[in-house]
C-alpha cells in the first residue's frame, strides 16, 4: 500500500491539494503569533511586523499565497459536486455557475476588507 497514490495522476493531484492545506494551517499560525504578540505590547508587535518584512518572510508568504490559491481553486472545482443541486426557474444551477459565484464571493469579500483596512489608515 506504500505509495499508491503515486500510480495514478488523479491521486497525484489529489494529494498536491490536500497538501495545500498545510499552506492554509501555516498561514493561521502566523496570523495567531501576530494577534498574540499584539496583545503582548507595541514592542512585541513591531518585532512581528520587523519579521514579516525580512526577505525570507516576504518569500515564505509568496509561496503561501501560490498555495493558498491552488486550495481556493481546488474547494471552489469540488463545491458543485458537494452541495445540494440548486433549482433556479425550475432549472438546475450549473456547475460552471456554482463555481463562478463563490470566486465573485470571494473577490466582493476580498474588495470589501480592502476597503475596510483602507478606510482605517
Known sequence: MA??????PFFMRYMAREL???????YAVILCVGVLRLAQGE????GWLAA??????IVLHAVLLFAMAV???SW???MPKTMPMIHVGGRRLG???ITRAGWAATLIASLVLIALVWGWR
Do not use: C, Y
Not at 3 to 8: A, F, Q
Not at 52 to 57: E, I, T
Open 95 to 97: 456547475a460552471q455557475t
Open 3 to 8: 505509495g499508491w497514490w503515486k500510480r495514478d
Open 52 to 57: 514579516l518584512r525580512s526577505p525570507l518572510s
Open 76 to 78: 471552489f472545482e469540488i
Open 71 to 73: 486550495h481556493a481553486k
Open 20 to 26: 495545500t492545506a498545510f499552506a492554509v494551517g501555516a
Open 43 to 46: 514592542a512585541a508587535w513591531n
